[in-house]
């Protein structure tokens, strides 16, 4: 029997074997090489400096950065307010697309168009909608006689966190009821019936029953977007290119990357993204183990 199990564990190994070498080449490597950049002096424009090693300087060097201490502070507060909003809307969309209603599978479709668009298209559509002078938000609200005349809102700190916000929670809330109705779906309808005939009404049913029954699936769903949120990139870069303290850690480790040549800061900054996000993940995994195991 010991034999048995030891050439299956043996033959499980060997098939998993390919996948791990892959993991290795395409994962493993960049991270531990990255790493080591960071640990190292590597400016491209400076070929003559021969890399030296400095330690944790670059390190440092971050946390006395006071453009990086922005971007860290930026990132975080627009990770927290598009989650939050995210969760919020989409939950409240998951719950229509639960209902049964005419047209139904229609609104699911179109519910979730924004998510099918790639991120740079919706980031050049909503940069346009925002356009001090031929905007659709500005029409709106000067037709509805919300404001006196046109405004660049995309030329102040606090129009421009709203702005991206609000682009962000159009792209991705869907993203966020699409699995919410998944764990919604999955609920049972004797669980309601049972409850309506113990004279529950649909505000204690949803509190009872729903949320409780949902609770994992909304936990992995905030676990995909808080990860994909801290880690925006390519939304700030086409709206604003990080202007009016819309810089995320991740536009500030290429701009060091890619306009500056600094591997080696950069290296260190990608570094930090992968902690924080690594960070998330455990947190995140941590309770959807609790939960499951309850």
Known sequence: MKSLQRRETRDAWLMMLPALVVLLVIAVYPILRTFWLSLHEMVLTDPGSGYPFVGLKNYTDIFRDARAGASIVFTFKFTIATVVLELIVGFAAALIMNKTFKGRGLVRAAILIPWAIP?????????????????????????????????????????????????????????????????????????????????????????????????????????????????????????????????????????????????????????????????????YMKSIGKDLAS
């Open 119 to 283: 991120t740079t298209v919706s980031a050049l559509m909503w940069k346009f909608i925002y356009n001090d002078q031929y905007g659709l938000f500005n029409d709106v609200l000067y037709r509805l006689g919300l404001i006196d005349g046109y405004k660049a809102w995309l030329a102040t700190e606090g129009g421009t966190f709203m702005a991206l916000v609000i682009a962000d929670v159009w792209k991705t809330a869907p993203f966020m009821a699409l699995l919410i109705l998944a764990g919604l779906q999955m609920i049972p309808g004797d669980l309601y019936e049972s409850a309506k005939i113990d004279g529950a009404n649909s505000f204690q049913a949803f509190v009872k029953i729903t949320l409780p029954m949902v609770r994992s699936t909304v936990l992995v769903a905030l676990l995909f977007r808080t990860i994909d949120a801290f880690r925006v990139f390519d939304l700030v870069s086409v709206m604003t290119g990080g202007a009016n303290g819309s810089e995320s850690v991740s536009l500030y480790a290429y701009a060091h990357l890619m306009k500056f040549l600094n591997f080696g800061y950069g290296s260190a900054i990608s570094v930090l993204i992968f902690l924080f996000v690594f960070g998330i993940s455990l947190i």
